[in-house]
């Protein structure tokens, strides 16, 4: 027997609806295959549309690339992108001189802010084998105080994202991992100093479930006024709350009540997003989000005049060397890699 639990169930189409704080989010989901010299696709390009190819033909798309897969520059300003790699790899520059290859696991947290140009390139580094690459871009608002901040990025390494096992009554287990908010004792890094969820009255999760077959497991409430999103991407049938969620679908879900899942015959995945509204105006135009119209249009002016910082790559859409592994370079210059976890 369903409850109230369940606000509405919602299809998700591209991008997928989201609620404040949240703005935007996308899953790209691409089987690329074998690698070319240049770590674009060996195959052929006849009849996309290269620059704009959303179309999946295949199985997947060039998007705004036309030699390899990604998003080659591109301005932000106002809010902040939470990119969560969990196959494949990006290879992101910026206008700023930063640059990293991030992936399998890993998630880059951008606070555009002010102003940042960057790309986010899907290098297909394998020339023997396909090249999965799969990931979750969100935009989180940023409140009126803070829209010009100074752009700033902080990688969280997949060995330092927090995961937890629960196992029900029956011996089946689910697995959640935590790239905001904590659950329990465990606690993810921390986020950009100006992000909204820094803030600890924000109440932001970012989540990940995955459900083994037939596993329950139930997400322990938020605080009062928090608004809650449960998307279904991956599975068979999911029940939320006692309510049926197709595949494919969201569930808009009271923030301050616990929210049963009951996992159908097949494993399941299911991404949350939650979080205490801003409850700003909101006016956007393509990756520019500010609070009034004439916000936007200084936007535009100062992105023609200044470029937020130039662009000091040879290339819109730039990538790293074949042979680099994960590593990121900030702004400052300083250099980081992920640890190597012992076997």
Same mark, same amino acid.
């Given at each position: 027997?369903?409850?109230?639990?369940v606000?509405?169930?919602?299809p998700?189409?591209?991008?997928?609806v989201?609620?404040?704080?949240?703005?935007?989010?996308?899953?790209h989901d691409?089987?690329?295959?074998?690698g070319?010299a240049?770590?674009?696709?060996?195959a052929?390009?006849?009849?996309?549309?290269?620059?704009?190819?959303?179309?999946?033909?295949?199985?997947?798309?060039?998007?705004? +690339?036309d030699v390899? =897969?990604?998003f080659?520059?591109?301005?932000?300003? !106002?809010f *902040? %992108?939470?990119?969560?790699?969990?196959? /494949?790899l990006?290879?992101?520059?910026?206008?700023?001189?930063?640059?990293?290859?991030?992936?399998?696991?890993?998630?880059?947290?951008m606070?555009?802010g002010?102003?940042?140009?960057?790309?986010?390139?899907f290098?297909l580094?394998?020339?023997?084998?396909?090249?999965?690459?799969e990931l979750?871009?969100?935009?989180?608002?940023?409140?009126r105080t803070d829209?010009?901040?100074?752009?700033?990025?902080t990688m969280?390494? +997949?060995d330092?994202? =927090?995961?937890?096992?629960?196992?029900?009554e029956? !011996?089946r *287990? %689910?697995?959640?991992?935590?790239?905001? /908010?904590?659950?329990?004792?465990?606690s993810p890094?921390?986020?950009?100093?100006?992000?909204?969820?820094?803030?600890?009255d924000?109440d932001?999760?970012?989540?990940?479930?995955?459900?083994?077959?037939?596993?329950t497991?139930?997400?322990?409430?938020?605080?009062?006024?928090?608004?809650?999103?449960?998307?279904?991407?991956?599975?068979?049938s999911?029940?939320?709350a006692?309510?049926?969620?197709?595949?494919?679908?969201?569930?808009r879900?009271?923030?301050?009540?616990e929210?049963r899942?009951?996992n159908g015959? *097949?494993?399941?995945?299911?991404?949350?997003?939650?979080?205490?509204p801003?409850?700003?105006?909101v006016?956007?135009?393509?990756?520019?989000?500010?609070?009034?119209?004439a916000?936007?249009?200084?936007?535009?002016?100062?992105?023609?005049?200044?470029?937020f910082?130039g662009?000091?790559?040879?290339?819109?859409?730039?990538?790293?060397?074949?042979?680099?592994?994960r590593?990121?370079?900030?702004?400052?210059?300083?250099r980081?890699?992920?640890?190597?976890?012992?076997?």
């Amino acid at each position: 027997m369903s409850d109230d639990t369940v606000i509405e169930v919602i299809p998700l189409g591209f991008p997928w609806v989201t609620i404040d704080p949240f703005l935007f989010c996308v899953h790209h989901d691409d089987g690329y295959p074998r690698g070319n010299a240049a770590m674009g696709p060996d195959a052929s390009l006849e009849g996309r549309k290269l620059g704009m190819d959303f179309d999946g033909i295949d199985g997947w798309s060039m998007y705004h +690339g036309d030699v390899v =897969p990604g998003f080659p520059r591109h301005p932000h300003r !106002g809010f *902040e %992108t939470v990119t969560v790699a969990r196959r /494949g790899l990006i290879d992101h520059s910026d206008s700023l001189g930063a640059k990293a290859r991030f992936g399998d696991g890993d998630c880059q947290w951008m606070t555009a802010g002010k102003g940042v140009v960057h790309s986010e390139m899907f290098p297909l580094v394998r020339r023997d084998a396909d090249n999965p690459l799969e990931l979750f871009q969100i935009w989180l608002n940023l409140p009126r105080t803070d829209k010009m901040v100074d752009p700033y990025f902080t990688m969280f390494w +997949g060995d330092t994202i =927090p995961r937890h096992t629960f196992t029900d009554e029956d !011996g089946r *287990e %689910t697995e959640v991992a935590m790239l905001a /908010g904590a659950l329990g004792e465990d606690s993810p890094p921390p986020p950009p100093p100006n992000s909204w969820a820094s803030r600890p009255d924000s109440d932001v999760a970012i989540w990940t479930m995955r459900l083994s077959p037939g596993a329950t497991w139930t997400v322990p409430p938020a605080k009062s006024g928090t608004n809650r999103m449960l998307y279904f991407f991956r599975g068979a049938s999911l029940e939320v709350a006692g309510t049926d969620v197709p595949l494919t679908h969201g569930a808009r879900v009271r923030g301050d009540a616990e929210a049963r899942l009951q996992n159908g015959d *097949e494993e399941a995945e299911v991404l949350m997003l939650q979080g205490r509204p801003i409850g700003d105006p909101v006016v956007h135009y393509g990756s520019f989000v500010m609070n009034e119209q004439a916000e936007i249009q200084q936007a535009m002016n100062d992105y023609r005049r200044t470029g937020f910082g130039g662009w000091p790559w040879e290339s819109d859409g730039p990538t790293h060397a074949r042979e680099e592994g994960r590593f990121a370079v900030h702004a400052d210059g300083h250099r980081e890699e992920p640890q190597e976890v012992p076997e």
